[in-house]
């Protein structure tokens, strides 16, 4: 299964800055997402970045908020922009070839808004 | 009603206990997970599962189909499997569905 490094692994930013957050896999993947988990909550699926095309969001997340870049098939980023204390979260990258093959996550950065 | 439930949702166990955790399911699915989350945040997936059962050292996962149930067992439990374990489930696209979690905490 694929390895990903996940970057940082956590910080602590001002409000209404921004914070960008790396994931480089070790081999080529399709499928790369993002996934954000509140304190105590679940995780939840913020988009599907596509390689040479715009990250595919879903409800309530939009490209303004979150931009995603993904130049190729081993690396993608995620940035929170004009952060407030509600972004305080942890953020997951994570790659597939599919529900029916598995997934391997990051190591998660745990973000915290003051 | 979440689509993924799970029970319990906090588990706290003596050393060297047989552990059950419980995840129910209300969608078509073709495979489930079991994730595995330490304090850090960062997840380790421990089996993917889309029938029968599968066993890996003390951790066994079981899964119903027609009962749309799964079944994650730890046996002769230890401290540091203390984590939240998640139940996921994938369907026709590859996105997957989230259970809340099951906190547990092994005592030595």
């Known amino acids: 299964s694929a390895v990903i490094s996940q970057k940082p692994s956590r910080d602590i930013c001002q409000r209404g800055t921004s914070l960008t957050i790396q994931c480089q896999v070790d081999s080529q993947v399709t499928m790369m997402f993002w996934y954000r988990q509140q304190p105590g909550q679940s995780l939840t699926l913020i988009a599907t970045?596509?390689?040479?095309?715009?990250?595919?969001?879903e409800s309530g997340f939009v490209i303004d908020k979150f931009p995603i870049s993904r130049p190729n098939l081993t690396f993608s980023t995620l940035t929170v922009s004009n952060m407030s204390p509600e972004d305080s979260s942890i953020y997951l990258c994570?790659?597939?070839?599919?529900?029916?093959?598995?997934?391997?996550f990051g190591s998660g950065t745990r973000l915290t808004v003051v | 009603k979440n689509e993924v439930e799970q029970s319990p949702q906090n588990l706290t166990a003596q050393e060297g206990e047989f552990i059950t955790i419980n995840c129910s399911y209300s969608v078509g699915i073709s495979a489930l997970h079991w994730l595995q989350q330490h304090p850090g945040g960062g997840i380790v997936s421990l089996f993917m599962l889309s029938s029968g059962k599968k066993k890996h050292g003390r951790l066994i996962a079981t899964i119903n189909i027609q009962e749309k149930h799964s079944s994650l067992h730890i046996t002769a439990s230890h401290p540091r499997d203390s984590a939240v374990y998640i139940c996921?489930?994938?369907?026709?696209?590859?996105?997957?569905?989230f259970g809340t979690g099951t906190l547990l905490a092994v005592q030595p």
């Open positions: 996921a489930v994938g369907g026709a696209t590859n996105k997957l569905i």
């Open positions: 994570s790659v597939g070839v599919g529900s029916q093959y598995g997934y391997t």
């Open positions: 970045a596509n390689q040479g095309s715009e990250a595919t969001y």
